[in-house]
């Protein structure tokens, strides 16, 4: 399984949502300015976190983005699945068990094998649960604190 750039982005959008702290809404020209990554791309990615709730925006000249809550409470599992659907790492992994001489009986080795691939799918949903936007910006502030330069 691999998450799309579309994913890798949107924690990315997520992360300047939260280093912006002043109050005002950040636009997406900053963020893509920022980062290096075109504001049309930004444009399609930010869009399903708005509509899962995890940002919200103000229209006009002064407008733009912002989180919908506190850091500590968006999780990296949230805003994957707000862009790319529910994780699974393969698409149907069938039941636990058959019933047999039904027409949805299937074969063992699909319980079985459906089992293991359950189990890793809920690991990688439990690991990326885990982490939240504020653990992102303590990342960063500890990778940002390595460049520093100053004397």
Sequence with gaps: MKLS???QYGLRIMLN?????????LQLSEIAARERISEKYLGQIIMPLRAS????SV?????GYFLSRPAREITVLQVVEAIEGEISIVDTV???GTQR???TEQPASIAATGRVWRKV??????????????D????????????????
């Design 5 to 7: 750039t579309r994913s």
């Design 59 to 63: 229209r006009g000249s002064h407008g």
């Design 136 to 151: 992102l910006l303590d990342y960063y502030s500890k990778e940002a604190a390595v460049f520093d330069f100053s004397i």
């Design 121 to 134: 799918s809920d690991c990688i949903r439990e690991t990326l649960g885990a982490f939240t936007i504020e």
């Design 101 to 103: 001489g039904t027409i």
């Design 53 to 56: 709730g995890l940002v919200n």
């Design 94 to 96: 069938g039941d636990t």
């Design 17 to 25: 949502l939260g280093l912006h702290v002043d109050g005002k809404p």
